[in-house]
């Protein structure tokens, strides 16, 4: 499970928790849609529409009709991890 929110966590741009309690392996399979980024929109003549929304689950839905998880947004605290400053090393 731990593979898995690391996963999803790339996927969707934010740290996930793992709160199921499930220790172990699991061989898995989701399919879903990834949406589109920087999609083009319709010129100001009208002359070419945008294209139209890809047929398929977002990353939400098949993760709760696939694999019966749910994934719920809340706000807690999470471990970061700042740097104030950076030099290179001094040679010896």
Do not use: H
Request: hydrophobic fraction near 35%.
């Amino acid at each position: 499970m731990d593979e898995l929110c690391w996963t999803l966590s790339l996927i969707i741009g934010r740290p996930l928790v793992d709160e199921t309690g499930l220790k172990g392996y699991y061989d898995y399979s989701l399919e879903f849609v990834m949406p589109e980024y920087g999609r083009p929109f319709a010129t100001e003549l009208g002359d070419s529409p945008p294209p139209p929304e890809p047929e398929g689950s977002s990353i939400f839905t098949a993760v709760r009709e696939q694999l019966g998880l749910k994934l719920d947004g809340q706000k807690r605290p999470v471990e970061v991890f700042v740097i104030d400053s950076i030099q290179r090393p001094s040679v010896n």
